[in-house]
């Protein structure tokens, strides 16, 4: 998986609780992703950072945020859950300029009651 | 809405046979590239071929691109049962929304299910 972690693998949360999944990188790479994964959807980005502090919304932003204060770890929080955002979220990373290929986390599957 | 759309949603081949899976776009891309997935796992990278490459190898893998037709196959030879996975399709491209960054947008996947 890249040097790339995903906390926590699993949750079970409560509408309406607020939650916030961690991606962990080893190796300083410049882009991190936010995806999740629906049936029928394949992967749908949510928000990117391209630097510390420098993050912008992808195509299903809306309930989420992020944060880049490190560069080694990219926070995706749902400020107030809800069942529509039960999903598997993938955090990926591309290491920079020069190559286009992103390298995934084994993702967090959350669930939304 | 997604860029990419992959036909068909769901193969099925006795091993040693052939796999081609199909992808289409809409939109002018930089390249393309293929992603595996197991069942609950990352994807991971198979392949990426640029805008002005027509073919690619990579050992059993195939790719050919027709930018024209705005569509993309990706051959696996002699299938093993280990090939068993799900296969996407991922377009690189400048999107209106992406601010300063391209973005990488999938399709659904073909579920490839190779038998022993």
């Known amino acids: 998986d890249a040097g790339i972690t995903q906390s926590p693998r699993h949750k079970v949360t409560e509408t309406g609780t607020p939650v916030t999944l961690r991606c962990h990188q080893t190796?300083?790479?410049?882009?991190m992703y936010w995806y999740r994964q629906d049936p029928g959807h394949g992967l749908r980005l949510i928000h990117y950072?391209?630097?510390?502090?420098?993050?912008d919304k992808g195509e299903v932003s809306d309930g989420y945020s992020v944060s880049r204060s490190k560069t080694e770890d990219f926070l995706l929080t749902l400020e107030s859950a809800t069942s529509s955002q039960t999903s598997v979220y993938f955090c990926?990373?591309?290491?920079?300029?020069?190559?286009?290929?992103?390298?995934f986390g084994p993702g967090t599957r959350l669930t939304v009651l | 809405s997604q860029q990419g759309e992959e036909d068909p949603q769901a193969l099925s081949i006795q091993e040693g046979e052939n796999a081609t899976m199909n992808c289409s776009y809409k939109?002018?891309?930089?390249?393309l590239q293929w992603y595996r997935q197991n069942s609950g796992r990352g994807l991971v990278h198979l392949i990426l071929?640029?805008?002005?490459?027509r073919e690619k190898h990579s050992g059993r893998l195939r790719v050919t691109l027709d930018t024209s037709k705005k569509s993309s196959s990706l051959l696996i030879t002699a299938s093993r049962a280990a090939d068993t996975a799900s296969y996407f399709c991922?377009?690189?491209?400048?999107?209106?929304?992406?601010?300063?960054?391209?973005?990488?947008?999938f399709g659904s996947g073909t579920q490839l299910t190779v038998l022993p």
């Open positions: 190796e300083n790479h410049r882009y």
């Open positions: 950072s391209y630097g510390v502090k420098d993050t």
């Open positions: 939109t002018s891309i930089n390249n």
């Open positions: 071929i640029r805008s002005n490459e």
């Open positions: 990926a990373i591309k290491p920079g300029q020069g190559t286009d290929t992103q390298y």
């Open positions: 991922a377009t690189d491209a400048w999107l209106i929304s992406s601010g300063s960054a391209r973005q990488l947008t």
